[in-house]
């Protein structure tokens, strides 16, 4: 049995026009699944949904900012009238508009960081639940990050909501395994993407980042995707509420330090 085959699958990825989500949409197109992609902008999408049609993919691309819960609900909706349901959920979507000391951070920031972050995962999974309790179960993948696990620098508002995402997962673990919907985390740690671009560019930045990875090298965004491809199938079937790190080492420690 080919554990890896999700051609009789719907699978919705959040933040799908680049980076991470970019790469677990084709991943899961080459694995036969019809995938919809999700972010707010319709043209980056579309981009994306034709690099799958032309590989022999099947995707749609959907225009909806996961932080609207009104224009969630419609966009699952709109996937159930064409595909009858969903039953893989990935999410993706993040923003980070603060980077600084915490107590410089305004309402503003909180507010847009918690409605995409947290809010945004939460909406996602609520408005796609009762189409997997129908088919008799489903998969959903939040994409937290180690920065939800421990503290980043200057990055307090962000780490505070993957902090919630985690509790999140695992709360949602335990109240939907008796619909057999398994829901799990992947913990990335520094990934090279457009979302990062300032941390793998200032060579600074880059110098202190990967000084505490064991790996010395920040992530591909497909180095991520197997983690997201394990947990979306069958192979996965008795584990939920995992959190399962991807980082190079970064949370294990250097070795180098702890030498004293």
Known sequence: MDYFNFSDKVAVITGASRGIG??????FAAKGATVILVSRKQESLDSVADE??????????IATHTGDEIAVNQLIDEVKKQYGGVDI??????????????????????????DVNLFGYFSMIKA????????????????????????????????ISKAGVVMMTKTLAGELAEKNIQVNAVCP????????????T???YYNQIIADIPQKRMAEPDEIVSSVLYLASSYSSF??????????????????????
């Not at 990935?90 to 909180?110: M, Q, Y």
């Not at 639940?129 to 980043?152: D, F, T, W």
């Not at 740690?189 to 793998?200: A, N």
């Open 22 to 27: 970019k790469a677990i949409a084709k991943a």
């Open 52 to 61: 799958i049609t032309q590989a022999g993919g099947k995707a749609l691309a």
């Open 89 to 114: 959920l990935v999410n993706n979507a993040g923003t980070n508009p603060h980077f600084g000391p915490l107590l410089t951070s305004e309402k503003s920031h909180w507010q847009k960081t918690i």
């Open 128 to 159: 796609c639940y009762p189409s997997m309790k129908e088919r008799g179960g489903g998969k959903i993948i939040n994409i937290a990050s180690v920065a939800g696990l421990e503290p980043q620098p200057l990055m307090g508002v962000y780490c």
């Open 189 to 200: 740690g520094f990934v090279k993407t457009k979302f990062t671009t300032v941390l793998w």
């Open 202 to 204: 200032e060579e600074d």
């Open 239 to 260: 584990t939920t509420g995992a959190i399962l790190t991807v980082d190079g080492g970064q949370l294990v420690g250097n070795p180098r330090k702890l030498k004293g």
